[in-house]
């Protein structure tokens, strides 16, 4: 059975960095494309960051270019997104998803499995 656990959300002021984490089981991250969505109530979920299985290969949506960053511990089998420079239009739901392509899909229907996602809140 595969499980994508998230954590590390927490309420943090503007300017304030966090790093969360997305732990697998039943899944080899190193041969998953994993990602990081996030979404506020009322509202589609939004790409943040993905990392390809294959070389590494990341991208972002311009929002969180050059101050967030996706990485992965194979040994670990754990995601992380380190995140700098918060703002309160950060504040959100992230989730983590995985999915077996080599594309990095900015889009939900691609990924097969989801964690249940970490709150991430950030006051002005």
């Known amino acids: 059975q595969v499980q994508l656990v998230e954590s590390g959300g927490e309420s943090v002021q503007a300017g304030d960095s966090l790093r969360l984490s997305c732990v697998a089981s039943g899944l080899i991250i190193r041969t998953y494309t994993m990602t990081w969505f996030r979404q506020i109530p009322g509202s589609e979920p939004e790409f943040v960051a993905g990392?390809?299985?294959?070389?590494?290969?990341?991208r972002y949506v311009d929002s969180v270019k050059g101050r967030f960053t996706i990485s992965r511990d194979n040994n670990e089998n754990t995601v992380y997104l380190q995140m700098d420079s918060l703002s309160p239009e950060d504040t959100a739901i992230y989730y983590c998803?995985?999915?077996?392509?080599?594309?990095?899909?900015?889009?939900?229907?691609?990924?097969?499995?989801w964690g249940q996602g970490t709150q991430v809140t950030v006051s002005s």
């Open positions: 998803a995985a999915d077996s392509s080599l594309v990095i899909y900015t889009t939900t229907p691609e990924y097969d499995y």
């Open positions: 990392i390809s299985w294959k070389d590494a290969t990341t």
